[in-house]
């Protein structure tokens, strides 16, 4: 007997480069050797390439050494790698819900406000958390009187596109802005200003949806702040781990952490170890792994279906955890940039093994 498949949902951009063996930073090699592991065989496709009057589905399997387009019935299984965000497209994905597809992490883009008010419902999580708004002028000047720094973002971006620095000085206030919203931003801008807010500011806030939030007191690795990209997937059981977590830190010119704006990577032990021998390792990585195996169980209360995320935590000088953000479509390359090959590969196993989970009539346990 065949082995059932799983669905890999993907964007054009990588679906593109499968016949070539493009894929970047996905490692599609590692859902297949995952697929041997477990018994299923993993297929890829687009939104686009769904019938839904007949539930078939044109994707690409693995035959050999080379991938292949077959028909095929839409698995009963699926782990969304892709980001839609219009409506038609979530709508689609509704539809197949109602068929009795399990659709895995399907939205996977939410607001940083959405989650920073979910985490707001829990009481454990909440003194973790910075203080954060929407953007408006009235609570600018709120937190403006408040705080001596903050961060001000956009509530839908990723890798560190598009956030702003402000930070208090004797008599002003300084605002640090990226020239631009690409990636490959490597221009950055200054402002001082007293009473008002700068006219770049006020234009992007009204024109955009930001939120301002505390700039959070991040421990320090060579004068440079860090935080903690930690990746929490469900597995073969069903039940919420801690795949791997990689220390990110900000460049000397830089105040973020993103490794697509010039950060680097380091290994948590040896950050503790060279800056903060005072602490206990072992008690530190037990708080960061149990506040964000709580961030990813009560997320999944509220958000049904989640399954693979990518959170940045923070931590204190003294170890105390510190939510950052969650992102619903881990990007995982920065394992592989740390040289942590075992862990970047886990990252595959374990939606694979936990879609074998559900094909096997598992239930995702709370």
Avoid at 40 to 45: D, E, G, I, R, S
Avoid at 81 to 100: F, V
Avoid at 188 to 216: A, D, E, G, N
Wanted: aromatic fraction near 12%.
């Amino acid at each position: 007997m065949a082995n059932p498949y799983v669905g890999i949902l993907v964007n054009d951009s990588l679906y593109a480069g499968i016949p070539l063996g493009n894929t970047k930073y996905e490692a599609i090699q590692y859902y297949d050797e995952a697929g041997k592991q477990y018994g299923v065989t993993p297929c890829y496709f687009r939104l686009q390439d769904v019938q839904i009057n007949n539930m078939q589905v044109h994707a690409y399997v693995q035959e050999g050494l080379c991938f292949e387009l077959k028909w095929l019935d839409l698995p009963k299984v699926i782990h969304n790698r892709a980001i839609y965000l219009d409506h038609t497209s979530y709508q689609k994905m509704e539809e197949w819900t109602k068929r009795g597809v399990i659709l895995f992490n399907r939205w996977n883009r939410y607001s940083k406000l959405r989650i920073h008010d979910l985490l707001l419902k829990n009481d454990s999580i909440r003194p973790h958390l910075p203080g954060t708004y929407p953007a408006t002028m009235k609570n600018m000047k709120i937190m403006m009187s408040a705080y001596d720094s903050l961060i001000i973002k956009p509530t839908n971006s990723s890798i560190g596109r598009g956030v702003m620095k402000m930070d208090r000085h004797v008599k002003s206030w300084k605002l640090i802005y990226p020239a631009s919203m690409k990636i490959s931003n490597r221009i950055w801008r200054t402002v001082s200003f007293r009473h008002y807010l700068p006219l770049t500011l006020r234009r992007k806030i009204q024109s955009h949806t930001y939120m301002i939030q505390q700039r959070l007191p991040l421990a320090t690795f060579d004068g440079r702040p860090f935080d903690l990209r930690i990746s929490a997937q469900r597995g073969a059981s069903g039940e919420w781990g801690i795949t791997g977590m990689v220390a990110k830190v900000a460049s000397r010119k830089l105040f973020l952490t993103n490794v697509a704006q010039g950060g680097e990577v380091r290994s948590l032990s040896d950050i503790l170890s060279t800056e903060y021998p005072h602490l206990n390792q072992e008690e530190v990585i037990h708080q960061i792994t149990d506040f964000s195996l709580r961030v990813a169980r009560h997320l999944s209360t509220e958000l049904p279906y989640l399954a693979d995320i990518g959170l940045d935590v923070g931590i204190t000088s003294d170890g105390f955890p510190l939510f950052i953000e969650c992102n619903g479509k881990d990007q995982r390359y920065s394992f592989l940039e740390a040289n942590m090959q075992e862990i970047w590969k886990a990252t595959y196993f374990n939606p694979i093994a936990y879609a074998k989970f559900l094909l096997d009539g598992g239930i995702p346990p709370l």
